[in-house]
């Protein structure tokens, strides 16, 4: 019996899933991680250039 997601198993399947379902997921996953480092350090840099010169901002 299907409800149309696939990957899904019946209650009874004790089996464990892969840890990683593909390269592409992985990739994309990377690039995520890698995207917010970014941000993060963006708003790190702001923030403290804000703190030591106020009156800028």
């Known amino acids: 019996m299907s409800d ?4 899904l198993r019946a209650a009874a ?5 892969s840890a990683c379902t593909g390269a592409a ?11 917010g480092g970014v941000v993060a350090l963006l708003l790190l840099v702001y ?11």
């Open 47 to 57: 923030l403290c250039v804000a703190l030591i010169r106020p009156e800028r901002f």
């Open 13 to 17: 399947d004790r089996r464990l899933r």
């Open 25 to 35: 997921r992985a990739g994309a996953i990377v690039i995520a991680n890698i995207a």
């Open 4 to 7: 149309g997601r696939p990957g």
